[in-house]
T-cell receptor, first 106, second 113 residues
Framework: RKEVEQDPGPFNVPEGATVAFNCTYS??????FFWYRQDCRKEPKLLMSVYSSGNEDGRFTAQLNRASQYISLLIRDSKLSDSATYLC???????FGAGTRLTVKP | NAGVTQTPKFQVLKTGQSMTLQCAQDMNHEYMSWYRQDPGMGLRLIHY???????DQGEVPNGYNVSRSTTEDFPLRLLSAAPSQTSVYFCASILRRGVPEAFFGQGTRLTVV
């Protein structure tokens, strides 16, 4: 089993939709969790950290479920500009999931 | 501008050739790493370093060597390039383990023919 697994998608959603991605991890001792965004042919950039209590940044909500060993990213009111690949990172060694590709359509 | 400088941006190699991808950061970050990204896939960790003089293997280290003689520099060496090493390579640095924000270089698109 891979350390970090994501549904590769693609997720194709209309503008304004709500979409959620999950990322499962195998190491129950993992402590650090992050979501990154990667635009086509660009370097990844930090979107948000994931805290135990869950956290929100505007239209984005990140949650951690330790019992089931996954993190999630929820995007509300999707914009065209949200189209990108979303990568999860688990633990201090910065190992990335394969990424979930999101396309938001008009 | 401060950040991670990665060179070259593009490179074509013949099978069996060697080359070094350069990565430098001026933020005094402890942790540096190299990734490769193949089409439609995420970033796979090749090697990483938690500080000068310390390196360790990641998920896909075969065919690559690294060294960390200074805090600033973390070069990646391909000793004998193979077509399977055709990929986009990213160098990244973070202040230290556990700190969330990684700063990435712009990537190197390597083709081995």
């Amino acid at each position: 089993r891979k350390e970090v697994e994501q549904d590769p998608g693609p997720f194709n959603v209309p503008e304004g939709a709500t979409v959620a991605f999950n990322c499962t991890y195998s190491n129950s001792a993992s402590q650090s969790f992050f979501w990154y965004r990667q635009d086509c042919r660009k370097e990844p950039k930090l979107l948000m950290s994931v805290y135990s209590s869950g956290n929100e940044d505007g239209r984005f909500t990140a949650q951690l479920n330790r019992a089931s060993q996954y993190i999630s990213l929820l995007i509300r009111d999707s914009k065209l500009s949200d189209s990108a690949t979303y990568l999860c990172v688990v633990n201090n060694d910065m190992r990335f999931g394969a990424g979930t590709r999101l396309t938001v359509k008009p | 501008n401060a950040g991670v400088t990665q060179t070259p941006k593009f490179q074509v190699l013949k099978t069996g050739q060697s080359m070094t991808l350069q990565c430098a950061q001026d933020m005094n970050h402890e942790y540096m790493s190299w990734y490769r990204q193949d089409p439609g896939m995420g970033l796979r960790l090749i090697h990483y370093s938690v500080g000068a003089g310390i390196t360790d293997q990641g998920e896909v280290p075969n065919g690559y060597n690294v060294s960390r003689s200074t805090t600033e520099d973390f070069p990646l060496r391909l000793l004998s390039a193979a077509p399977s090493q055709t990929s986009v390579y990213f160098c990244a640095s973070i202040l230290r383990r556990g700190v969330p924000e990684a700063f990435f270089g712009q990537g190197t698109r390597l083709t081995v023919v």
